[in-house]
């Protein structure tokens, strides 16, 4: 069974940093792409980050230069580092992995499996 359990969320001031970090089981997350995924209250889901199988990454505008991706394969783990987070960042934040695409040099995850998210909160 495959299971993808986020932590590391919580509430922050403005300019202040987290990690997020989400534990594979049931398969090993070196066969997958992966992603992290937000969803702000009333809004969209929207792809924040992805990493194909090789470690090449893609990142949205609205965090690039703020928000890193890395993986752990061998302890099955994903992280996301935030730094400089703003108001706008706070949402839910979900990780996912499934298959990716390249399309013009910018990696696109499609999940196949999602986690259940860890809530991010940044306050003035």
């Known amino acids: 069974q495959v299971q993808l359990v986020e932590s590391g969320g919580g509430s922050v001031q403005a300019g202040g940093s987290l990690r997020l970090s989400c534990v594979l089981s049931?398969?090993?997350?070196?066969?997958?792409?992966a992603g992290w995924i937000r969803q702000k209250s009333g809004k969209d889901r929207e792809g924040v980050a992805s990493?194909?199988?090789?470690?090449?990454?893609s990142f949205s505008d609205s965090v690039k230069g703020r928000f890193t991706m890395s993986r752990d394969n061998s302890k099955n783990t994903l992280y996301l580092q935030m730094h400089n987070l703003i108001l706008e960042d706070t949402a839910m934040y979900t990780c996912?992995?499934?298959?990716?695409?390249?399309?013009?040099?910018?990696?696109?995850?499609?999940?196949?499996?999602w986690g259940q998210g860890t809530q991010v909160t940044v306050s003035a």
């Open positions: 996912a992995i499934g298959d990716c695409s390249d399309v013009s040099g910018v990696v696109h995850l499609t999940p196949a499996y």
């Open positions: 990493m194909d199988v090789d470690g090449d990454t």
């Open positions: 049931g398969q090993p997350l070196s066969s997958f792409c």
